[in-house]
């Protein structure tokens, strides 16, 4: 971790059990209802931030607009995170190692952890304690870092017990957008030091209730949003152990293809739909894409997890203002597999699952 400043505590740490978590959040008409005691610490702690000026600019309200066309895909203007923040750094491959001379995360300010995240009483193998730290370009009010720990200086490449962690957050939340998510080296990640995103998104999006296909007992093919999908899910918190294996095992098995990949947890319907029966539960996308090193030519926006769930921050208001939903599907799909290859890959990670 950071060197502490003289007089700086530790950060706090949040304990949580089983008991603690929200198996039934809030629905979209009462997103306002009483938040839990996670979304109590993280918001606090985030908004005294804000007051502290810890940020790299003030999040006001952000315009947004819903592009007309089927899939309703969200624009959002955030001018500041366009121009403000951090540079990504740039990356040359899928298995480039973590390098000390770069921005990573020991070097945050220790004023920016908000608190440790500790699982007491799990059974079999606990999560991965996580940091949560403000992201100090945020896309929304909120939005965190969750960071495995930091000295032990891993690459951007996704564990299953920092997965299993992140997962147990979102479960720690009774605010129906809080999502978790991922992007890999190749894949829009910023920072190649080990790290997942904890958003609390306004809206709800289409792939959280749409029908899946199924590609075996542990997948199913997602049509649902600009992008398809994945999708893995869980009906409570018992089954994050074997899920997080899965999805990384998954994800291995793309960066060995020479893939990169995205990922985003979030409440939502069985893979058969909500009138199908069963409860709700977390469903967990992982998209598999062509990897870009460094900016495209040309590219409107940047491709990350949320553009390709749905949700598009724009970086200036004459793209806002002007972009149609065929423009944003094009930018996206253009770092897309073609349909056979994607098929092709789903059938090898169901049987891959499936051993």
């Not at 790290?195 to 075996?216: C, I, K, N, S, V």
């Not at 985003?264 to 069963?278: F, I, N, Q, T, V």
Request: aromatic share 6%; with cysteine.
């Amino acid at each position: 971790m950071a060197e502490r400043e003289p007089g700086q505590a530790e950060p706090e740490e949040f304990l949580y059990r089983e008991e603690d978590f929200v198996l039934q959040a809030a629905s979209w008409d009462h997103s306002d209802s009483a938040p839990s005691r996670f979304d109590r610490l993280l918001l606090s702690g985030w908004s005294e931030r804000a007051e502290r000026g810890l940020f790299r600019y003030r999040l006001g309200a952000l315009p947004t607009r819903v592009l007309p066309g089927p899939l309703r895909l969200v624009a959002q203007l955030n001018e500041q995170r366009g121009s403000q923040r951090r540079p990504p750094q740039p990356v040359r491959s899928l298995r480039d190692p973590f390098d000390p001379a770069a921005f990573n995360f020991t070097r945050l300010r220790p004023a920016e952890l908000l608190f440790r995240l500790r699982r007491a009483g799990s059974p079999g193998p606990p999560p991965e304690p996580l940091l949560v730290a403000i992201n100090a370009s945020p896309l929304g009010r909120g939005h965190v870092l969750l960071l495995p720990e930091p000295e032990r200086r891993l690459p951007q490449a996704l564990t299953a017990p920092a997965l299993r962690g992140a997962l147990e957050a979102a479960l720690l939340s009774a605010h129906p957008g809080f999502r978790v998510g991922f992007n890999g080296l190749g894949g829009g990640a910023s920072v190649n030091h080990l790290h997942l995103h904890g958003l609390y998104l306004e809206r709800p999006l289409p792939l959280e209730e749409a029908r899946a296909e199924p590609l075996g007992p542990r997948l199913g093919l997602l049509r649902a949003g600009p992008a398809p999908a994945f999708l893995f899910f869980a009906a409570g918190p018992a089954e994050l152990e074997a899920l997080s294996r899965a999805v990384c095992r998954a994800a291995e098995h793309l960066g060995a293809l020479g893939l990169a990949y995205n990922v985003l947890a979030s409440r939502g319907a069985p893979p058969a739909g909500p009138g199908a029966g069963g409860g709700r539960g977390l469903r967990v996308m992982l998209w598999a894409r062509r990897p870009l090193f460094g900016p495209k030519a040309g590219e409107p926006f940047a491709v990350a997890l949320c553009e390709l769930a749905g949700l598009l921050p724009l970086p200036t208001e004459p793209l806002y203002r002007d972009i149609t939903e065929g423009q944003a599907l094009s930018a996206i799909r253009q770092h897309l597999l073609p349909e056979p290859e994607l098929l092709r890959l789903g059938g090898e990670l169901a049987r891959l699952l499936e051993n």
